[in-house]
């Protein structure tokens, strides 16, 4: 769907919303898939004034029974470092919506053996069932997650190098310098992703116009992570109008 970015938010929150209600009437409900990043941002605004306009009880049943998995998260970094995608988590959702960190899943950044840690961290969301809907951005050179190009659609969750292109895209939380931006993290593989039930992929600005159009109009390849996505039967876009400039 092509929007502007506010109507693009109203409706990627819709469908959230209209997620999170079903799941109140579901005995197990499998776990939210979440992202972070800016095209995240203004989506958990949106989302948490709808949710704090629920009836209390509404409210409270859907906090207790929060069950969230993040994709990824760096090496080196704990939940206590700003940068941290575990502080992003909280600032964003966890501390509006009164949520503990036992229900908002992330890799264990500071982890003594990241290898293990990521097998632990693949073992706990099937454990739960894997994810019902996945939430993803799309990076600019095709990763989906932290999955790097080349990336094939088994690839499961694993620590990862950071290409110079993803250091300089995520270095705003870094003071504007790549260089500070970790040279590995911790992510779910597209194995985990593409066992989703639905998968949200949502595109926005001019940057990422270029990307969106490879994504569009290429074959499925490991060169272009993101492409592997277009095999799942269940994958809505939602796209502003700025990444479909070109």
């Not at 990076?139 to 690839?155: Q, W, Y």
């Amino acid at each position: 769907m092509r929007h502007d970015l506010p109507s693009l938010v109203d409706a990627v929150v819709d469908a959230l919303e209209e997620r999170l209600q079903q799941r109140l009437g579901e005995k197990a409900p499998k776990p939210l898939g979440l992202a972070t990043g800016r095209t995240m941002v203004p989506i958990y605004v949106e989302l948490v004034a709808r949710v704090q306009r629920w009836p209390a009880d509404e409210r409270e049943d859907l906090r207790q029974g929060w069950c969230s998995f993040n994709l990824d998260e760096y090496v080196g970094l704990g939940a206590t470092d700003r940068r941290s995608f575990a502080a992003y988590m909280a600032r964003h959702l966890g501390e509006p919506l009164q949520l503990t960190a036992e229900q908002v899943h992330l890799p264990d950044g500071r982890a003594a053996d990241p290898e293990q840690q990521a097998c632990r961290y693949a073992d706990q969301l099937q454990s739960f069932g894997g994810v019902g809907v996945q939430l993803l951005g799309l990076g600019s050179n095709g990763h989906v997650g932290f999955n790097e190009p080349p990336c094939g659609p088994d690839a499961s969750c694993r620590v990862v190098s950071l290409s110079e292109s993803t250091q300089q895209q995520n270095a705003a939380a870094f003071d504007g310098d790549p260089s500070q931006v970790p040279s590995q993290a911790l992510t779910l593989g597209l194995r985990e992703i593409l066992a989703a039930d639905e998968i949200y992929l949502i595109v926005t600005g001019k940057a990422k116009a270029e990307i969106l159009k490879q994504l569009l109009e290429s074959p499925c390849s490991d060169q272009l992570p993101a492409s592997w996505l277009r095999n799942h039967p269940r994958v809505s876009l939602w796209v502003d109008q700025a990444a479909l400039d070109r």
